[in-house]
Nanobody, 123 residues
């Protein structure tokens, strides 16, 4: 089982990034996929989620209207489009999978995690 994130980087405030999470080794449609982030000295927090069984989505209020989650089931890939980035969005972003498809889910209930990708937003 593997989740591999990519797409992070250093950008200026107001710019955009697209993160990708490629899943392998499990039945994609049986899981919900979530994006979490963790900044230094802060707890890991859920940002956005998608249920692969029905396509439902959820966004934390801090990112609603700026981030967009989507998936390509044929590629077993979930994307997170990050627009209008702010310095407070700086963190390591992780994708995680939780069996059953319910969203949102809290990080202790994730079955699998990726290694993370760094997003840094400068002023």
């Amino acid at each position: 089982v593997q989740l591999v994130e990519s797409g992070g980087g250093l950008v200026q405030a107001g710019e955009s990034l697209r993160l990708s999470c490629v899943a392998s080794g499990f039945t994609f449609g049986d899981y919900a996929i979530g994006w979490f982030r963790q900044a230094p000295g802060r707890e890991r927090e859920g940002v956005s989620f998608i249920s692969e069984s029905d396509g439902g989505t959820y966004y934390d209020p801090s990112v609603r209207g700026r981030f967009t989650i989507s998936s390509d089931n044929a590629k077993n890939t979930v994307y997170l489009q990050l627009d209008k980035l702010e310095p407070d969005d700086t963190a390591v972003y992780y994708c995680a999978a939780s069996w059953g498809g319910a969203i949102p889910f809290y990080h202790p209930y994730a079955d699998y995690w990726g290694q993370g990708t760094q997003v840094t937003v400068s002023t």
